[in-house]
């Protein structure tokens, strides 16, 4: 199962080594990860998207709050939450195939950011599913580059994130 975690941390060196180190010591896989500051400049938030079971990740997350620098940990599994990526994808194009590629930009809200010789980058955001479905359209035309920050989200009302 498809997990989403946060967690606030203290904005120091080596706080995201030993968040990582303790899902890979339980031999998880991250699939994507973002960390940034918050509103406050000495707390950032990790946004940790993970793949297994239920009853290991919490056991994970209890640990995780027990690292010092570690100031809370959710599991937004279940939670209704805005999420968000950003992708930057180079397609291949030729005279024939650019419009229609911008067409189909166009359509997923995706804006074209850079036109090289033989080539166009598309910056694309959105959830996962759309992120996906847009790259999946893409490789008809041959992706050339593909960049994807890890997800990022927020719990909608006052819910905390």
């Keep these: 199962m498809k997990h989403t975690i946060s967690a606030l941390v203290e904005n120091k060196p ?36 993970v793949t297994g079971d239920d009853c290991v990740l919490e056991q ?4 995780l709050e027990k690292l010092v620098d570690v100031i809370k940990v959710l599991d937004h599994t279940q939670d209704a939450t805005v999420e968000r990526e950003l992708c930057l994808i ?21 804006e074209i950011v850079d036109v090289g010789n033989g080539t166009v980058i598309i910056e694309i955001t959105g959830d996962t599913a759309k992120i996906d479905a847009f ?9 050339e580059e593909l960049v994807r920050t890890g997800k990022v989200v927020l719990a909608r009302g006052l819910q905390a994130t």
Excluded at 22 to 38: K, M, Q
Excluded at 60 to 63: A, H, P
Excluded at 90 to 97: E, L, M, P
Excluded at 137 to 142: E, H, I, Q, T
């Design 90 to 110: 180079k397609v291949k194009v030729n005279r024939k195939t650019r419009a229609e590629v911008i067409q189909m930009a166009n359509i997923f809200r995706g």
């Design 14 to 49: 080596g706080v995201l080594a030993r968040a990582a180190s303790l899902f890979a010591r339980r031999g998880f896989n991250i699939d994507s990860l973002a960390v940034a500051e918050t509103e406050s400049p000495e707390v950032s938030r990790m946004i940790l998207t």
């Design 60 to 63: 994970i997350c209890r640990q």
């Design 135 to 143: 790259s999946r359209l893409m490789s008809d035309y041959g992706i």
